[in-house]
């Protein structure tokens, strides 16, 4: 039923912008939801990148604040995510995510995202 697809990826070089989109359907039939990024690079742990709830909160990883923005256009039914100022090692596939009766208000925690896209590749170059 909750269905996402990224798309916006690419390769860039350092210092560069990005702008990743997200397809997603399903998800806000629910009353609590929350919906956002994360990526993963060869030989790492899969990390939050920045999400959306319900409840209008927003949270990012302290690695991207200040370059990265997420924003949910749900007419569109659509999740972005505005990267700028990119960094080499921003390089890794970025995953759209979705949970149900979950808050991003204190955490983002991969346990809460229970519906996954396949990913779209960022790649930044010096």
């Known amino acids: 039923q909750v269905q996402l697809q990224e798309s916006g990826g690419g390769s860039v070089q350092a210092g560069g912008s990005l702008r990743l989109s997200c397809a997603a359907s399903?998800?806000?039939?629910?009353?609590?939801?929350?919906i956002g990024w994360f990526r993963q690079a060869p030989g790492k742990e899969r990390e939050g990148v920045a999400s959306?709830?319900?409840?209008?909160?927003?949270r990012y990883a302290d690695f991207v604040k200040g370059r990265f923005t997420v924003s949910q256009d749900n007419a569109k039914n659509t999740l972005y995510l505005q990267m700028n100022s990119l960094k080499p090692e921003d390089t890794a596939m970025y995953y759209c995510?979705?949970?149900?009766?979950?808050?991003?208000?204190?955490?983002?925690?991969?346990?809460?995202?229970?519906?996954w896209g396949q990913g779209t590749q960022v790649t930044v170059s010096h």
């Open positions: 399903g998800y806000t039939t629910y009353s609590t939801y929350c």
């Open positions: 995510a979705a949970g149900v009766y979950c808050s991003v208000r204190y955490y983002l925690r991969k346990v809460d995202f229970g519906y």
């Open positions: 959306i709830d319900s409840d209008g909160n927003t």
